[in-house]
């Protein structure tokens, strides 16, 4: 097996940046821990979740994907290439992986974008086995584990208590990292450690089943009451995909530009004739949890969740969709179905 | 619901850009009310121009734009059975309908389309047609009263009642004086109280009361209902009252949207894209999904 000391991460970073590799890991800037592209001298930390998913570097918060030149009233189009950049996502975790069966699913179900897929193809993902985890985190709830393989290319395994790195290839793409590794990853043996041992939080199916059939329970109105509408959850979510299209020009020339979006914000779906199908915060947040937990699953048999707990984390009014999820579960055993 | 790969394959290039947009020159226009206005818009070439019309058929949409203010989706006006052309017609609205408005004929203007679901019109054959139309939502009725027109023999019946606000926001007016002229259409048109002129010669009343005194049969026949929301609520438990199955009583949703293509989310109902399960669904349908305020 391939194996690494635990402190020499940044040798792997650095061997695969010079074999030509964007190379993005969790980095701390600023005694914060981001997903960030690594350059020479930055701090690896695999011991903290960090804020961002790894879908910033999938779908980043803004892209171009139109561009023109002005000449007073005339425009003409020009070409727009997508960015295909050879990426490894180092050290993110099975939470943003799992997030991936998600975003390939929605960039292509039916037209195929393009800007997604360049940056996808050109993607080798490595996620690292959690061997912690916080009171956030709910993976295993949502049909995820600390140490799942879903949409990896290889694995980065906690070692030797700590002290080391297994990295173990699953894909072609994960075995022509290994190749770029060098003797950043040398032949060698090491113990695994325990996975994180992640509680069970609630029951998945009996949230679904519960939303399936209570659109209009006034339990909404209660779990959305802390909702600011400041649209961090989306942004950090792996998962979150909406989107906003706007253009942005000076006198000569024109970008439009693919930017993230949320359905927390009352603009989202507001009418240009001023009628809003979600006008409140509550039915925005009632959208929030029934497209994670009803209706992607109706549309695409998939959760709209990896159980990251990053919107948790962020929530300046301390809402949590794990505790939201708990919740409903709870009042589904309350209520059943055919009785309601 | 699945997806329609066929329908995708036809529209898009493999591995092109999914958001680029064809250039379009502006052959006519004219301004309908203070506030809208009707854009003919013709296609940059030949093979263009064939390729959309291969797969238009009427209900379907498009994004209109202009690059520097962005784009706004809106109906085709016209139908598919005038295939040397499309029609828009819009409200200014914003920022994206006024720059789209300010362009002039012989200037370009950007068009990705067409999207969406359409009308199943050829299942109407033989069957009498009723439109009820509020305001600017006659437009994406008149492709549908347009195409029907085009291919009178094939149906029964055509009824049409339109209302607007003030006789001052009634669109298409030489247009609704050619299908009153028509014998083999019926067209009611009416504004609501207050709204009219002194010679004035519709009706006076909303949309639903007028709908209400005239009472079309529902005998073989469909109904198509556009309008704010306020008039298709309103609308509905009439046409239920005078008899329409809901299966037999069409709207378009008029959900806000920005990628057109399934992938931004925006108008998202349920579990359902109206950019691509709609955006025409019969009432039936719409009484199937969440009820948000749509």
């Not at chain 1, 695999?46 to 425009?75: H, M, Q």
């Not at chain 2, 995708?8 to 958001?19: F, I, K």
């Not at chain 2, 200037?107 to 600017?136: D, H, L, M, S």
């Not at chain 2, 306020?230 to 046409?239: G, T, V, Y």
Request: aromatic content about 8%; proline content about 6%.
């Amino acid at each position: 097996m391939k194996v690494l000391d635990a402190d020499k991460l940044t040798d792997l970073a650095a061997a695969l940046a010079r074999a030509g590799y964007r190379v993005v890991a969790p980095i701390e800037d600023s005694g914060v821990v981001r997903l960030a592209e690594w350059t020479e001298g930055a701090t690896i930390r695999t011991d903290v979740i960090p804020v961002n998913s790894a879908k910033d570097f999938l779908f980043p918060r803004s892209e171009v994907i139109g561009r023109w030149d002005l000449d007073g009233a005339d425009f003409s189009p020009r070409d727009v290439q997508p960015d295909a950049t050879k990426t490894v996502l180092l050290a993110v975790r099975p939470c943003d992986a799992a997030a991936l069966a998600l975003l390939d699913t929605i960039f292509n179900w039916d037209y195929k974008d393009d800007f997604y897929n360049a940056r996808r193809r050109a993607a080798t993902v490595v996620p690292m086995v959690c061997t912690a985890a916080d009171e956030q985190c709910f993976c295993t709830s949502v049909g995820g584990a600390p140490d799942a393989t879903a949409n990896a290319d290889a694995m980065l395994r906690s070692a030797d208590g700590g002290a080391k790195f297994i990295l173990e290839p699953l894909t072609d793409k994960g075995n022509a990292l290994l190749d770029a590794a060098g003797d950043a990853a040398r032949e060698g043996e090491a113990a695994a450690d325990p996975p994180a041992e992640v509680p069970h939080r609630f029951d998945v199916d009996a949230v679904t089943e519960w939303l399936s059939e209570n659109f209009e329970s006034a339990l909404w109105t209660t779990l959305s009451l802390g909702c600011l509408g400041c649209g961090a959850c989306a942004y950090a979510c792996p998962t979150c995909h909406c989107f906003d299209m706007q253009d942005e020009a000076t006198r000569t020339q024109s970008v439009r530009l693919k930017n993230w979006d949320s359905c927390g914000f009352g603009l989202f779906t507001q009418h240009a004739g001023g009628h809003n199908p979600r006008p409140d915060q509550t039915a925005r947040w009632r959208q929030r949890v029934m497209h994670k937990f009803s209706y992607i699953p109706e549309r695409f048999q998939l959760l709209g969740c990896t159980g990251c707990g990053r919107c948790a984390r962020l929530c300046g009014a301390g809402m949590s969709m794990s505790e939201v999820c708990r919740r409903i579960a709870d009042e589904s055993k309350k209520a059943p179905a055919h009785e309601s | 619901m699945s997806p329609d790969i066929d329908q995708a394959a036809t529209v898009q290039q493999p591995g092109g850009n999914l958001y680029a947009p064809m250039t379009m020159t502006i052959a006519e226009a004219r301004d309908e009310t203070y506030d809208t206005r009707t854009l003919r818009l013709e296609f940059p070439g030949e093979q263009e121009r064939a390729a959309f019309f291969a797969k238009y058929r009427v209900g379907m949409f498009g994004l209109y734009g202009v690059p520097g203010a962005g784009e706004s989706v809106f109906c085709i006006a016209s139908p598919p059975t005038r295939d040397r052309y499309i029609e828009c017609t819009f409200r200014r609205a914003g920022r994206v309908t006024a720059a789209i408005q300010d362009r002039e004929v012989g200037q370009t203007i950007t068009f990705r389309g067409p999207y969406g679901n359409c009308f199943p019109i050829e299942e109407w054959k033989g069957r009498n047609i009723v439109f009820i139309a509020g305001g600017i939502a006659l437009p994406p009725l008149r492709s549908v009263i347009w195409n029907v027109l085009d291919r009178r023999d094939e149906f029964a019946d055509v009824t049409i009642l339109y209302g607007a606000r003030t006789v001052a926001d009634l669109v298409y007016k030489d247009e609704l004086a050619d299908w009153q002229k028509r014998d083999d259409v019926n067209l009611i048109t009416t504004v609501d109280p207050g709204g009219e002129t002194e010679d004035w010669k519709g009706k006076i009343g909303f949309v639903p009361t007028v709908l209400e005194q005239t009472a079309p049969t529902p005998k073989n026949a469909v109904a198509l209902v556009c309008g704010p929301p306020i008039m298709i609520k309103f609308s509905l438990p009439i046409l239920k009252t005078l008899g329409f199955a809901p299966a037999d009583t069409y709207t378009t949703l008029e959900n806000r949207m920005k990628c057109g293509v399934g992938k931004c989310g925006r108008c998202n109902v349920g579990s359902l894209y109206v950019c691509k399960d709609g955006p025409v669904f019969t009432i039936e349908q719409v009484r199937k999904l969440p009820q948000d305020d749509l």
